[in-house]
Each structure stands twice: as structure tokens, then as C-alpha cells.
């Protein structure tokens, strides 16, 4: 069966260093668009970052230079490496596999001193 598990939450301090990950089963994974979006209290669901097929990324001009999205197609698994953090990037982390539509169930970033 399909499967989007996040992991890698939690509460870090501003200024400070998290890794998200997202582990996909249940579908062809090396050929699929994989994102990670985020939902703050409150707010529209946006999206963070963008991996392609081919490693091409995109990112959100709010966390350009912060945060860096990556993938391992043998562990089937992308990465949402965030730096520099800061409150306003406190949400909850849904990781995404476009062409097909999934979601995995989103996962609570807390960024609070």
C-alpha cells in the first residue's frame, strides 16, 4: 500500500538545525516529483521545496539559502535539511509525491525559544 512517513520533528531553538525525512513505499518512487509542503496555524497550505526525477530543486523564496532538499532513490527517501530557523518556520511538514498524489500524514515543526 501507499505510504508518505515523515519523521525527524520537533522543537528546536531559532537559529537552529533540523532534518526532516520522508520514506516512500507503495509506488514507483525514482520517477516521481517529491515536495514538501508546510501548514502553519491559521494559514494556506504552502509549498517549501521541490525535487525532481533528475535532482532539479526548487524552493520557496522565504527559505532560499536555509534549507536544502535532497533524495536517495536505493532508500527511497527524500530530505528536507532546514537551517537557520526561525519561528515563522514553526508548521506542520507534509511531504508530497506529485504525479501520484500522496500525502504523508505531516509532521509538527516548532521553532520557539
Known amino acids: 500500500q501507499v505510504q508518505l512517513v515523515e519523521s525527524g520533528g520537533g522543537l528546536v531553538q531559532p537559529g537552529g538545525s533540523l532534518t526532516l525525512s520522508c520514506e516512500a513505499s507503495?509506488?514507483?518512487?525514482?520517477?516521481?516529483?517529491m515536495r514538501w509542503y508546510r501548514q502553519a496555524p491559521g494559514k494556506e497550505r504552502e509549498l517549501v521545496a521541490s525535487i525532481s526525477n533528475l535532482h532539479r530543486t526548487h524552493y520557496a523564496e522565504s527559505v532560499t539559502d536555509r534549507f536544502t532538499i535532497s533524495r536517495d532513490n536505493a532508500k527511497r527517501t527524500i530530505y528536507l535539511q532546514m537551517s537557520s530557523l526561525k519561528p515563522e518556520d514553526t508548521a506542520v511538514y507534509f511531504c508530497h509525491a506529485w504525479l501520484k498524489g500522496y500525502w504523508g500524514q505531516g509532521i509538527q515543526v516548532t521553532v520557539s525559544a
Open positions: 507503495g509506488f514507483p518512487f525514482s520517477s516521481e516529483v
